[in-house]
T-cell receptor, first 117, second 115 residues
Framework: DTAVSQTPKYLVTQMGNDKSIKCEQN?????MYWYKQDSKKFLKIMFS???????INETVPNRFSPKSPDKAHLNLHINSLELGDSAVYFC????????????????FGPGTRLTVL | GNSVTQMEGPVTLSEEAFLTINCTYT??????LFWYVQYPGEGLQLLLK?????DKGSNKGFEATYRKETTSFHLEKGSVQVSDSAVYFC??????????????FGSGTRLQVQP
């Protein structure tokens, strides 16, 4: 029944490693997002995909690469992890929308707490 | 660019007290406005939203009114409960140049309700 799910929930790894976080939504939504929440709870969008097409790519190091094999999945791969990458990463999805109107509501996953040692 | 400013937390209240969390925004045009809530250890959940000026969003006893003249969307609840303890995020959704919409979040306000 989980609408937006993420795995793993916790990820502890060493600096320099490469890791992936997976996200899946069963809501039939066309748009998915990745957000980063820092230790002060500040939430910032990283990427957005619509129907497997990248539509938002904020100022994020190119060590971060999103991959969308289909519209129900948006995975986040991180190369050469750094201490500053430690944060909680949230996946979200929203229904299809049109240029004017449509639905803005986003549905969030439970988050993945990444700790880089 | 778009921005959202929320009052600094934590806000500590006793049970049944009145709650106000201030939120103001900067955006051109007519953004949609949202309040999301994050309970401990969980992801964000939509609490309420308003899509045009003077709209009032409400849910679970919380209310917020879209005030274009003051560019504000303050969150209120008449009587808080311990279970309302969480972090509250104000957000706006605005159409970008690409024709897509994106959410901009405030920094979050932690609410602690004591019995």
């Amino acid at each position: 029944d989980t609408a937006v799910s993420q795995t793993p929930k916790y990820l502890v790894t060493q600096m320099g490693n490469d890791k992936s976080i997976k996200c899946e939504q069963n809501l039939g939504h066309d748009t998915m997002y990745w957000y980063k929440q820092d230790s002060k709870k500040f939430l910032k969008i990283m990427f957005s995909y619509n129907n497997k097409e990248l539509i938002i790519n904020e100022t994020v190091p190119n060590r971060f690469s999103p991959k969308s094999p289909d519209k129900a999945h948006l995975n986040l791969h991180i190369n050469s992890l750094e201490l500053g990458d430690s944060a909680v990463y949230f996946c979200a999805s929203s229904p299809i929308w049109i240029r004017r109107g449509g639905s803005d509501t986003q549905y969030f996953g439970p988050g993945t707490r990444l700790t880089v040692l | 660019g778009n921005s959202v400013t929320q009052m600094e937390g934590p806000v500590t209240l006793s049970e049944e007290a009145f709650l106000t969390i201030n939120c103001t925004y900067t955006a051109t045009g007519y953004p949609s406005l949202f309040w999301y809530v994050q309970y401990p250890g969980e992801g964000l959940q939509l609490l309420l939203k308003a899509t045009k000026a003077d709209d009032k969003g409400s849910n679970k006893g919380f209310e917020a009114t879209y005030r274009k003249e003051t560019t504000s969307f303050h969150l209120e609840k008449g009587s808080v409960q311990v279970s309302d303890s969480a972090v509250y995020f104000c957000a706006l959704s605005k159409e970008m140049d690409t024709g897509r919409r994106a959410l901009t979040f405030g920094s979050g306000t932690r609410l602690q309700v004591q019995p």
